[in-house]
């Protein structure tokens, strides 16, 4: 039940729309994802815009980095989710303990991120 | 030879108790004196015929009791001495050869003349006349009260083995003998019965062993056992409330059942049990009182503990957050750097200003960080001997924590980018920068700064990694600070305006760091 492989860009370049408040680590991450064929669609810092965006743009994987300075981004996994969308989360949380039960099934990707690691989680390549 | 105790700075407690401690050492004394002066040495009639009325405390055991007195007398001290302490070891050692000597006459169940060392003839002859029974010999429970309280003051320095498990254990040992002789007065047992015949402590012997005991163990709040009393921890506040009722209720009982005070209102039974139902009462009270406090106590600690984990949680969070803009840090210089040196340098610098701001946040308990100071120590480095100055015009303000970091890498860049194409490049060349601010009352703080035309043409190429630069200083402080930055790269030279909104705070008249 991956959507992505019904999805009619599997296999091309996904669109990526990039939660992470932190401006330096979201310009790495932006580097890597268009250096691996990506479109990238922020990075975004604001909880209200990245909410805006999780319902509106139009992306095939959401990576979000949970906690953001006005709360957590589980909202925004949840309207990606709810769009079919994939949600990837990105934190400096070890524990999955912090997440709410019905989002702790997610990947998540720690940080500091490695770049294989995130252009595995975005791509996983053909099922 | 020095104490381990004295060569530590004792504490107020400590000083308290062994002053307490000389205290009831002295009133022991005073009661073992009272013995001699009234039976043996002076006879005062009023004090024999109060005697009458109890038993009859020997004056051996008056004299051990004296000794072992002053013996804690002399050792109960912070820094003790060894004239002192030898002369207090001798003392003991009497108490204890005293004891001993009463306890061969009843094994050898003959008379070694001890009472006459301690009389006078016309005592003993005044005795007589008031018909009282005097054999001679010092009883089972006086000699082994005086034994166990002499050893205890021979242990006074012991170090912690054998030594201080038979003290640990003689000195409660000594106060519950003194004790039951106490009580066996308090509940008028009468004087031909067994107890008697096995304790047959006099009243002033009990009553100086009672006031000894405790004095011994005070004498040494540093051994586990004071040291339990004393203790901050809810052990210490568990062991002085629930210690002192559990002593307290029933000596308080034994008075007022010796007073008859129940019974003359009550009839025997009827006061038994009030008594019983009234110390069932008072240690149920003490008890839930005390259970109470350390429930609160209890709380606290799981809440400290629960903050703590929560704090542990935030730290790593912020160390692996450090750690991904390090690794990001990195990888940007490392895409636009040339060569390997140029990479060391701008790498260097931009780790050198993340910790600036650390170490500032860090120096006020990441409150913030004062401005000026801040712009500063970044522009520092750039700065050499004769070489062009940076000029701050604005009033300080404290900029929020969140905003130090931004702020503090977006100067960095702007500094480097000066320091090596613009005003601040070589000496006599530059021509310096201006940074100027305002705040405004919902505390945003424009910061300007301005690099007039160096004269060595526009920047046309920013140099190595400086495409990573420009792009931090136009997007840093509006990604996290949702404020804007303005750079303008021109023939008039540079100019950046950052906008940072409600990140300052003018400092309150405090004084600056």
Redesign the interface.
Request: aromatic share 8%.
């Given at each position: 039940m991956n959507p992505t492989t019904e999805h009619p860009r599997a296999g091309a370049g996904r669109r990526v729309l990039l939660v992470e408040?932190?401006?330096?680590?979201?310009?790495?991450m932006r580097?890597?994802l268009e250096q691996a064929g990506h479109t990238v669609l922020g990075?975004i810092?604001?909880l209200p815009e990245a909410l805006a965006a999780a319902g509106s743009a139009d992306y095939d994987v959401a990576l979000l980095d949970i906690?953001l300075?006005e709360g957590t981004s589980a909202d925004v996994a949840r309207r990606a989710l709810a769009r079919g969308r994939r949600a990837i989360f990105v934190t400096?949380?070890?524990?999955a303990e912090?997440l709410p039960p019905d989002l702790r099934a997610l990947p998540r990707l720690?940080?500091?991120?490695d770049?294989e690691s995130l252009r595995r989680a975005v791509d996983p390549g053909p099922p | 030879m020095i104490d381990s105790q004295a060569a530590t700075v004792p504490s107020t407690a400590s000083q308290r108790c062994r002053a307490l401690a000389r205290a009831g050492a002295i009133v022991a004394g005073v009661v073992s004196v009272s013995v001699l002066v009234g039976w043996s040495l002076i006879s005062v009639p009023a004090v024999l015929h109060l005697y009458q009325l109890t038993d009859k405390p020997s004056p051996q055991a008056a004299v051990g009791l004296l000794l072992c007195s002053v013996s804690l007398w002399l050792q109960a001290r912070d820094r003790l001495s060894r004239p002192l302490w030898i002369t207090g070891l001798a003392a003991a050692a009497i108490t204890v050869a005293l004891g001993v000597a009463a306890q061969a006459e009843w094994l050898l169940d003959r008379e070694l003349g001890l009472p006459n060392l301690f009389t006078t003839a016309e005592a003993r002859e005044t005795l007589a006349a008031l018909n009282i029974r005097f054999d001679g010999r010092m009883s089972h429970g006086g000699s082994a009260l005086l034994i166990m309280l002499g050893v205890a003051a021979l242990l006074h320095r012991a170090p912690p083995g054998p030594g201080l498990i038979v003290t640990s254990v003689f000195t409660p040992l000594a106060l519950f003998l003194s004790l039951i002789g106490l009580l066996g007065f308090a509940f008028a047992i009468p004087s031909d019965s067994a107890f008697w015949k096995a304790i047959g402590i006099a009243m002033q012997t009990a009553l100086a062993g009672l006031i000894l005991a405790p004095s011994l163990i005070l004498a040494r709040p540093d051994r586990p056992l004071m040291a339990m009393i004393i203790s901050p921890m809810a052990g210490g506040y568990l062991a002085r409330r629930i210690l002192l009722a559990g002593l307290a209720v029933p000596l308080v009982v034994a008075v007022v059942e010796f007073l008859h005070v129940p019974s003359s209102w009550l009839g025997e039974q009827a006061a038994a049990a009030v008594l019983v139902v009234a110390s069932m009462g008072v240690l149920g009270i003490v008890i839930l009182v005390t259970c109470s406090a350390l429930n609160r106590a209890d709380e606290h600690r799981r809440r400290a503990e629960a903050s703590r984990a929560l704090m542990l949680d935030e730290l790593d969070h912020r160390v692996k957050n450090t750690l991904a803009t390090v690794q990001a840090v990195c990888e940007h210089t490392m895409a636009g750097a040339r060569d390997m040196r140029g990479f060391e340098d701008a790498f260097r610098g931009r780790i050198r200003a993340m910790a600036l701001a650390h170490e500032a946040l860090a120096a006020r308990r990441w409150e913030g960080v004062y401005l000026r100071r801040m712009v500063e120590t970044v522009v520092a480095p750039f700065i050499g001997p004769g070489a062009a100055s940076v000029r701050i015009h604005g009033q300080d303000v404290l900029l929020s924590a969140r905003a130090a970091l931004p702020v503090v890498a977006t100067l960095h860049e702007l500094a480097t980018n000066a320091g090596k194409h613009g005003t601040l490049a070589g000496p006599g060349r530059g021509l310096g920068v201006d940074v100027a601010w305002t705040i405004d009352d919902t505390g945003t703080v424009v910061l300007d700064w301005i690099e007039p035309a160096s004269g060595i043409g526009p920047r046309g190429n920013p140099g190595e990694s400086g495409g990573f630069g420009t792009n931090l200083i136009r997007g840093l402080i509006a990604h996290e600070l949702k404020g804007s930055t303005d750079l303008t790269i021109g023939p008039g030279g540079v100019r950046c305006r950052m906008i940072i909104p409600g990140s300052g705070r003018r400092p309150d008249g405090g004084p600056r760091p």
């Open positions: 408040d932190g401006f330096l680590v979201a310009s790495m580097r890597i990075p810092s604001g906690s300075a400096g949380y070890a524990s912090l720690l940080k500091p991120v770049p | -």
